[in-house]
């Protein structure tokens, strides 16, 4: 029986590893379910599967409590997520965004198998992820793609890897018609059904540049090994280009509980329970360059990567509060990127060591932003 936990089992990945577990229910215990807020679907959650442990790091109501079943003990906060690593084998982090990055070091520390997630955990911690690679199972469709291609050949036979990327829902759409996108347009993704900030990360493509990061500290590749292409299917999900000119794809579903089974029975390889899948039907395939004049993202990931240090956690922080600002329709969808690269520009820190001068730097860009904001947008507003 694996133990697993599920960190962020209310959103996107956090449910759909809910359906996998379901369908599996003999051979995976759900051990602990951890959120943010103590809401109705998180007891709905803690109803249906008994975890030994729910946290929330929202203080739940007298009558909340009253509904857990007695199997189930509710645990606060940090104390209550490091509690529930602790008591299981294998931890899901799918936490939304930078509230991600202490529980990735939680579960590491733990000596824990990570199903990772949460991306901007992976980008940050990347000194620790680099020294715990072997406790580390992708979920991100991409990098589950590429750590199941890498397997495949010796590392000296890869000329370099390819991310796929749908494009998001501005792909075609000209710069005047992006600078006016609205939020609702921007979280209409052709593809996936994701959580808010994914999903404008995705439009910008600041996304694939992140998964770009993941995939040098996941992989151990150099920034120039890693390409991004355009696929408006999305079938194709990872990539491998080898010396010999030849290409070893990963294709099939776009669903994500294909590579969450994958990460949560690693190395045993699961029937797909939600249906059957056939090649014709994930006909025609297509590829294309992305127009980088447009999607500026991917070379700022690039400048970052090189530059490395502080860069890394500032353009994570700065990124997450802009895509805030623009889903409370503070910015516009054109200023995100923009607003994440005067950010980097102020950059003049020591590169992070310890996890709590991560924290700091993700913060600090955060908080440069707000200032941008307040200066120069709220007034005009
Ligand atoms: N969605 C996808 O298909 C997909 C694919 C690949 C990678 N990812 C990555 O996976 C992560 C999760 O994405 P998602 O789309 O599933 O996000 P989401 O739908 O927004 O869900 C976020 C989850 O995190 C919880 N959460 C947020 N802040 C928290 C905090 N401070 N403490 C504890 N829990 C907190 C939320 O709890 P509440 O419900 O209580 O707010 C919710 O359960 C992201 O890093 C994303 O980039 C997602």
Redesign the pocket.
Known sequence: MIKLAV????????TQTLQVVEKFKEEVEITAL????A?E??LHQVIRFKPKIVV??EIPSKQWLSYLPSETEYLHGDSGLTEAVRISDRVMN????V??IKPTNVILKEKKILLA????SIICLGDIVKKNRELIIP???EHSALFQLMHCVNREEIKCVYITASGGPFKDWSLEEMKKATVEQALKHPR?N?????TV?SATLM?KGFEMLEAVNLFNLDMEKVKVVIHPESSVHGAVQLKDGTFLMHVGKTD?RIPITYAVFYPQRKNYPFGETSLLSLSPLHFEEVDESKFKAISLVRTVSKKGGAYIPALVGADEESVDLFLKGKIGFLDIVPMVERVLEKVNIPAPKTVEEILFTVEWARKQVKEIYEKEYAKVG
């Open positions: 960190l962020g089992s209310t959103g996107s990945v956090g951890v959120a943010k807020r809401s679907k998180l929330s790091y799918a936490i939304g965004g509230s991600g997630s949460n991306k901007e979920v991100d469709s996936w994701m959580g808010a900030k994914i990360d996304n994500m």
